[in-house]
């Protein structure tokens, strides 16, 4: 796909996803008719869980969201809050597509131990799907954006995954901790605030915010670099929601000294990349 059929793709989940039941309402809601097979992903994330619906063209048809709290790291610690989440996403969108989904595919971050990565397929059959095919996050992302030689770095609520691409094939995958929710402790406790209400502010008030975020952020370029050292020929491509705070990106490309490729709604990149693995 190219730059601009990514972006649009992306664009046209975020306008399912604010017309989605708890939806942001933030961009105009798209309706859309399914063409073919359909194929679902669930994103199990730390900060929320998505469900994302493609049709047989590849286009998605129902995108919706809840935070999660069930999982921390990307590692199920609540499986029934999980279950339940992942069900009622579901119920909502067999119901506005008017026909029954029986498989899904899901995903694991990067290195985490393998009992942990089964965990997010059995709370998708818990919650009713019969048949759930896994992949990591990370070649999930790859799926949406067609990196051949890059790095995908995906900067969730939790955690920062990287993987990296050479001639389209995954030679390298790792994760460490730092994410989203790691500027809301910041900004919290810069500002005096709860961190629900940092959460609210870096969205509502980015550019005041930044100032307060850039040491963190560095610590999160700090530790794509160590888990990059031997990829420093190839561009980033950022992935997931974190870095959606304008200008966070270009403090990432300028403490490394590198080629940055960012993308509107990037915390949906993932999610129908997921999807588009489902079989
Ligand atoms: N518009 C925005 N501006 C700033 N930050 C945002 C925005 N939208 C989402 N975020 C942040 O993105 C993070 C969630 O990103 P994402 O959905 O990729 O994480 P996740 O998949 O739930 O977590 P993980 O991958 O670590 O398990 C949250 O910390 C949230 O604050
Ligand atoms: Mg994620």
Excluded: N, W
């Excluded at 051949?148 to 609520?157: N, Q, R, T």
């Amino acid at each position: 796909m190219s730059d601009g059929q990514v972006t649009a793709l992306l664009s046209r989940a975020a306008g399912l996803l604010a017309g989605a039941p708890g939806g942001a309402g933030a961009d105009e809601p798209v309706r859309s008719v399914p063409v073919g097979e359909l194929r679902t992903g669930v994103d199990l994330g730390t900060a929320s869980c998505v469900l994302a619906v493609l049709d047989g063209t590849g286009q998605p048809v129902h995108v919706a969201s809840y935070p999660s709290g069930a999982l921390r790291d990307g590692v199920v610690v609540d499986f029934a809050a999980a279950e339940r989440t992942v069900r009622r996403l579901r119920d909502e969108a067999e119901r506005a597509l008017a026909t029954a989904l029986t498989s899904a595919a899901t995903a694991y971050p990067p290195c985490i131990a393998e009992p942990d990565a089964r965990a997010c397929r059995f709370v998708c059959e818990a919650a009713g799907f019969d048949k759930v095919t896994l992949t990591d996050e990370v070649t999930a992302a790859q799926h949406t954006l067609g990196v051949s030689d890059g790095v995908i770095v995906d900067v969730g609520g939790g955690s920062t995954g990287v993987g990296i691409f050479r001639s389209g094939r995954l030679v390298a995958l790792a994760d460490r901790p730092g994410g989203g929710h790691h500027l809301d402790l910041v900004l919290a406790g810069a500002l005096g605030i709860t961190t629900e209400e940092a959460e609210r502010r870096k969205r509502a008030d980015p550019r005041g915010s930044l100032p307060h975020l850039v040491p963190t952020l560095e610590r999160i370029a700090e530790s794509v670099r160590l888990m990059t050292a031997d990829a420093e020929d190839l561009p980033l491509h950022i992935a997931g929601g974190a870095l959606m705070i304008p200008g966070a990106a270009e403090v990432i490309s300028g403490y490394l000294g590198r080629e940055t490729v960012s993308y509107p709604h990037a915390l949906l990149i993932t999610p129908l990349g997921i999807a588009r693995y489902a079989s």
